[in-house]
């Protein structure tokens, strides 16, 4: 059968794509179509056809899944925030896990995977603890907030983001306010023209500090010490400064920071870790879920105390504090210098002082010391994006023979490409266990122990 644009078709929803979108088919022929969930028999208007695959806009739902809820959110469906809000949240967890299960099978070729119950959220609401709202005009050019939609920049307005913490709502408003007293102009993508970009709103949710930072096209917001003195009036206010972005970039930060008020960075902790978080740092979004994650990964370490670790991928430290409580002595390694320069600041605020840091590729700073070296590691964590392990930095981690390898991933098909690589060089599959550090979105983080095999598999045209 041949589909044409805005052709009436009627679907029943059997998957879900990477993105949360439903997929159905019709006489074998795939259908893509947002906000329907898993379950739902719907009616939907073509859009946009392949050879094999088409797009469709949901128009009517006909029978609804006995898993759907009405969203929390007003604006759930235009924002891009979230995906799987019209699903109830243990069904999320369901999908998310499938998810996880189908890559290591169709992508690992594993028979079996030694899956653990996902790790959900008890009150999947307000865990986020970083927002970055950005600035415009409505219609009728009002100053508005909230955050993009889908695929495109139109700002859905939204100053009171259910995922994220209810101290939001009143600093947008105090900025707000203060823009339009001031008439000072967002900035406008398209001519590179206006003020006031976004907003970046942090929280330490141990520690219940604040730091809002304004990102400005420009030297400085006016009158910005009243502006300061009216946000110092939300309990927890504790760093406020401006972030300069004159550049015409999808970006959100740029590189420069103006403190106006407090140290320049707030703390937090985590499992008994403190860090100091600036507007530049990278921090886990969600804390309640990365203790969980952390957690998890240090007791697949399995660590006695006298162990060496490698920590790959390890961003501002936060896995390798974590694991230098328990082992002998941490070695991370990380791409992006100013991640090991927090690393480093927050080892010496913990006092923790069995732990080194190396600023590179993991798949050049662990073959180097490898070879000149012969460091040597009776564990291996690894936390890589979205991407995966490169395969030189896997080659390395099987010629050290590390008892255990400890695999956090955000993507499960890279993680479950990776995993084939190790299992067909002697490593066992041990344990698999996800964990849901983004409710209501699609994505999914996943922990994985794989231990030498006391029988190692023989790789054709090696060890002849
Ligand atoms: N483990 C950290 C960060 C994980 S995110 C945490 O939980 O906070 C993945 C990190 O890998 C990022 O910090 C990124 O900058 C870094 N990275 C990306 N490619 C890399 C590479 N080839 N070698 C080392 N680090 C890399």
């Known amino acids: 059968m041949e589909w044409k644009k805005n052709d009436r078709i009627q679907v029943t929803i059997e998957d879900m794509g990477d993105t949360g979108e439903g997929i159905g088919k019709t006489d074998g022929y795939t259908w893509f179509v947002k906000d329907a969930v898993i379950g739902d028999e719907v009616e ?32 759930a469906r235009q924002c891009g925030g979230c995906q799987l809000q019209a699903m109830d949240y243990k069904e999320q967890l369901a999908y998310k896990e499938r998810k996880i299960y189908n890559n290591i099978t169709r992508i690992g070729g594993f028979d079996e995977v030694p899956m653990l119950p996902i790790m959900g959220m008890d009150e999947p609401w307000r865990y986020r603890n970083k927002a970055q709202f950005p600035w415009g005009l409505d219609k009728d050019g009002k100053i508005i907030t909230g955050f993009y939609a889908g695929r495109t920049h139109a700002i859905i307005e939204n100053g009171d983001c259910l995922l994220g913490i209810e101290e939001n709502r009143e600093i947008l408003k105090i900025i707000k306010n203060h823009l339009e007293r001031c008439h000072i102009r967002p900035y406008d993508e398209a001519a590179h023209s206006g003020l006031i970009r976004h907003t970046l709103i942090r929280k330490g949710f141990h520690t219940g500090e604040l730091m809002v930072c304004q990102v400005i096209n420009g030297k400085s917001l006016p009158h910005q010490d009243e502006l300061s003195e009216q946000l110092l009036k939300i309990p927890g206010m504790t760093s406020i400064s401006v972030n300069i972005n004159r550049d015409q970039t999808n970006v959100i930060l740029g590189n420069e920071v103006i403190n106006l008020y407090g140290p320049g960075y707030i703390t937090d902790s985590i499992g008994g870790v403190k860090y100091r978080i600036s507007p530049l740092s990278f921090y886990q979004v969600n804390p309640v879920q990365t203790e969980k994650l952390y957690s998890t990964a240090l007791e697949y370490a399995g660590l006695t105390g006298g162990e060496t670790v490698w920590d790959l991928y390890c961003g501002i430290g936060t896995i390798s504090l974590f694991l230098a409580q328990k082992a002998k002595k941490v070695y991370g390694v990380e791409i992006v210098p100013q991640a090991i320069d927090d690393a480093r600041e927050n080892a010496r605020i913990n006092g923790i002082e069995n732990v ?108 002849k």
Do not use: W
């Open 44 to 75: 939907a208007k073509v859009m946009k056809t392949k050879k094999s695959y088409g797009f469709a806009r949901l128009e009517k739902i006909i029978n609804a899944s006995p898993n759907r809820v009405t969203p929390r959110c007003p604006v």
């Open 356 to 463: 080194e840091f190396f600023v590179g590729k993991a798949e050049e700073v662990l073959p180097r010391e490898y070879e000149k070296n012969q460091v040597y590691a009776d564990v291996i964590v690894v936390d890589p994006p979205r991407k995966g392990c490169d395969e030189v930095c896997l080659d390395t981690i099987v010629k050290m023979g590390p008892k255990r390898v400890v695999y956090v991933s955000c993507d499960s098909a890279t993680l479950a490409r990776d995993m084939k690589y190790l299992a067909e060089r002697g490593y066992e599959v041990v344990k698999v266990r996800g964990c849901d550090m983004f409710p209501h979105a699609g994505h999914v983080e996943t922990v994985c122990l794989l231990e030498l095999s006391m029988f190692p598999v023989t790789v054709a045209g090696e060890g």
